[in-house]
């Protein structure tokens, strides 16, 4: 549990967690003021791989900074090229064939329960459970390969284009989809009683790394950190895009505010992400994978355009300001991880260190989305 406690100042001493270690999942640095076990202060130093990806989008062409975006979260990197090309395609007035729009929702939901999967075996391997990691690898792998089929990567994709895709799904694809979604139905139930029902998982968290919904609106947290804290906001309910309205779905949202209820999140919308896949497939109509006529030099008008997606960590904006050339004049992005990672300084006062990483975990960081 947080909460004030007693400083002894002749004892207290700095610990630095990172910026290369196992509990942080990337290149990160956590400067913590500890009195004994417990922490007293800390302070998240970020910016250690920096790459200056605004930059970039503001001095390429639009379609050269298509493979930018997969870098910023490479777990879930579709999620990232969806938000890219919806933004382009709005700004430039481009038309999407529905075909197009369906696989992107297929290939976007088969790429968040991935990201989901690996989050949960690291999560739980973080708290000293190895074995829920090679299951979650091996239902992970099976998604890899369906989407290396059709994108030709396994991790970070470039397979939308403005308009349209890359490339159509074919018959294998669609069979090894609906392949997997009773798979993956099956292993959730597995991941249940190994893990959900544990005792020792479960003390591990239960009341452990409170974020109140006050906490969430005040650093802008989003996605399964704020649907953790009884925020029922998700951009493909709230803000629908794309072909999401013509899905049913739920959105996942618990109210106990804990590192439990963050992890009931995610496992929760695995589900929600397979109820999708299944209707995607069922739903999914012939045509063309890209428009007729599209302009062979991306030129949007003069403008300010913005749109927002649901990655697998929460709401992701990209900003374009137009001034009608072949670049954007600026070229923001708005990273879900950079707000749900603001709140840990003051979320994890008071807390001991061992809980307040088990709360970090809780939070499905990636490091490059927020050193962008």
């Not at 030709?152 to 979604?181: H, M, W």
Request: glycine content about 8%; overall charge negative.
């Amino acid at each position: 549990m947080s909460g004030p406690i007693q400083i002894r100042s002749d004892e207290t001493f700095t610990l630095n967690v990172g910026p290369q270690h196992p509990a942080t999942h990337g290149v990160l640095r956590v400067k913590m003021q500890m009195d004994g076990e417990y922490i007293v202060k800390a302070e998240t130093v970020l910016g250690y791989i920096h790459r200056m990806h605004e930059l970039m989008g503001e001095n390429r062409t639009y379609p050269q900074v298509l493979p930018n975006l997969s870098r910023l979260d490479y777990l879930g990197a579709l999620g990232y090229t969806h938000g890219h090309v919806l933004a382009v395609e709005r700004a430039a007035g481009i038309e999407v064939p529905e075909r197009a729009e369906y696989i992107r929702a297929i290939t976007v939901e088969l790429n968040r329960v991935a990201s989901h999967l690996f989050w949960f075996g690291a999560f739980v391997m973080d708290l000293g459970g190895f074995t829920p990691l090679m299951y979650a690898i091996q239902d992970r792998e099976h998604i890899l390969d369906m989407l290396e089929a059709v994108t030709g990567s396994r991790l970070t994709y470039c397979y939308y284009r403005f308009g349209g895709l890359y490339n159509d799904v074919d018959d294998d694809f669609i069979a090894a989809a609906r392949a997997f979604l009773p798979r993956m139905r099956k292993s959730l139930k597995k991941y249940d009683a190994l893990v959900t029902g544990n005792i020792i998982f479960r003390k591990r968290l239960e009341d452990i790394g409170p974020i109140s919904a006050e906490m969430c609106r005040k650093y802008g947290a989003t996605g399964p950190v704020a649907r953790g804290a009884g925020i029922d906001f998700d951009v493909r309910k709230n803000e629908p895009y794309s072909v999401y309205p013509e899905f049913d779905f739920d959105v996942p949202v618990y109210h106990e505010c804990d590192s439990l209820a963050r992890y009931k999140v995610r496992m929760d919308e695995m589900e929600q992400s397979l109820r999708i896949i299944e209707q995607g497939l069922d739903k999914l109509p012939d045509g063309p994978i890209m428009p007729k006529k599209k302009p062979k030099l991306i030129k949007p008008p003069k403008g300010d355009y913005y749109q927002a997606v649901e990655t697998a960590r929460g709401s992701f904006g990209i900003r374009i300001v137009s001034d009608g050339t072949k670049n954007a004049y600026r070229f923001k992005l708005r990273s879900p991880t950079y707000s749900n990672m603001s709140l840990f300084d003051e979320a994890c006062e008071g807390m001991m260190i061992m809980d307040a990483l088990a709360m970090m975990g809780s939070l499905d960081l990636v490091i490059p989305e927020i050193d962008r």
